[in-house]
């Protein structure tokens, strides 16, 4: 028999938080992101569930490929770029639009030879200081894009750094502004944290990621609540053996959880083998037979260990939510010390998958 945990997939969820984005994207048009493998969803089994986007944004070139090869006719965004020269016999082939951050990549795009010209996306550095041409030359660069006869369309992009937090994104943007106001190109700036907070970033397309998979940008649950996200993802395992320790007794490696008075204590078939986040502390939040708990002691390869307190009835198959539809994965990532975006992209091979259409 197969060890009894898995992950389910939601479609509907994912198509239903793709219809709220495009509520609180206005006019603007959809760049679905998918990088890293859908955030662990698994872009092969997912990407049909937003077919209705307006295109995909993504990062891995072979990822690419296998969109235009599974039939996607419609726009494809490639976040970093191409990385050498001679990748541009790809994106030539396969009609791909491509990030350019430096000014190799206009030379390598002017020298190459094109069946047509390449749309790009100008990135401004504004601030978050990873890839991008400094915002100040924004009318130099478009300018020298523009003279290219293998440049197509241009559209200006940037990446806010603080959107989700309390300093956001109202700095950048103002740069930006200053920088680009007399260039007249298409823009994309609004990533989810600005699409849920700054309506006036949305301009002509924006970029949805975490969102679009029922998690919070800033990891705080609380700033999603009421904006009708659903998880895509959950993950399930059950009960495998049930342990009573007694006043001063320890549970799991290290030793790093003794038991005050009597307890009941559940073993649970998941561990960091599995995604789940090996530093995550006794007391980070799990649901066994629909009742929160919390975990105790150490995250082993395979094997977790959970306080049976609040749930006495609980016994060996017991069903365990790790994270999904009622144990918000933000708040397992929070008491962590991560954030959702990397429970998600962990999700181990091991871990059968199920999709719910």
């Not at 009960?239 to 790093?256: C, D, F, N, P």
Request: glycine share 8%; with cysteine; net charge neutral.
């Amino acid at each position: 028999m197969p060890r009894p945990i898995s992950a389910t997939i939601n479609l509907s969820a994912l198509r239903h938080n793709l219809s709220i984005v495009r509520h609180h994207a206005g006019a603007a048009k959809i760049w679905s992101v998918v990088k890293a493998n859908a955030y662990g969803h698994g872009l092969a089994r997912i990407w049909q569930g937003l077919a209705a986007t307006d295109g995909f944004a993504l990062l891995d070139l072979n990822e690419a490929i296998m969109l235009r090869e599974q039939g996607w006719q419609g726009p494809i965004l490639l976040l970093e770029g191409f990385f050498q020269p001679q990748d541009l016999v790809l994106l030539d082939y396969y009609r791909l639009t491509t990030t350019v951050h430096s000014d190799w990549q206009l030379e390598a795009i002017k020298a190459a030879r094109l069946s047509a010209p390449l749309n790009i996306y100008l990135k401004l550095n504004s601030g978050m200081n990873r890839l991008g041409f400094p915002v100040g030359q924004a009318e130099t660069i478009w300018q020298w894009a523009k003279s290219l006869s293998n440049v197509g369309e241009v559209t200006l992009m940037s990446h806010f750094a603080n959107a989700d937090n309390h300093i956001g994104a109202q700095t950048q943007f103002s740069l930006i502004q200053q920088a680009s106001e007399h260039i007249p190109a298409a823009r994309c700036f609004a990533n989810s944290a600005a699409i849920l907070r700054n309506p006036e970033t949305h301009y002509d397309w924006v970029r949805p990621g975490i969102i679009l998979y029922g998690a919070s940008p800033s990891g705080e649950v609380a700033d999603i609540a009421g904006i009708g996200l659903q998880p895509v993802m959950s993950l399930n395992s059950e009960i495998i053996a049930v342990q009573s320790l007694s006043a001063g007794h320890s549970v799991g490696y290290g030793s790093r959880y003794t038991a005050s008075a009597a307890q009941r204590i559940g073993v649970v078939a998941c561990g960091y083998a599995d995604g789940y986040p090996r530093l995550a502390p006794s007391g980070t939040p799990i649901r066994v037979d629909g009742i929160l708990t919390q975990t105790v002691g150490s995250i082993s390869m395979d094997m977790l260990t959970v306080d049976l307190t609040p749930c006495p009835q609980a016994q060996i198959g017991s069903k365990v939510e790790v994270w999904g539809e009622n144990q918000p994965i933000d708040d397992v990532a929070k008491a962590a010390g991560t954030v959702g975006y990397e429970l998600m992209c962990a999700l181990a091979n091991r871990v059968p998958v199920t999709l719910r259409p």
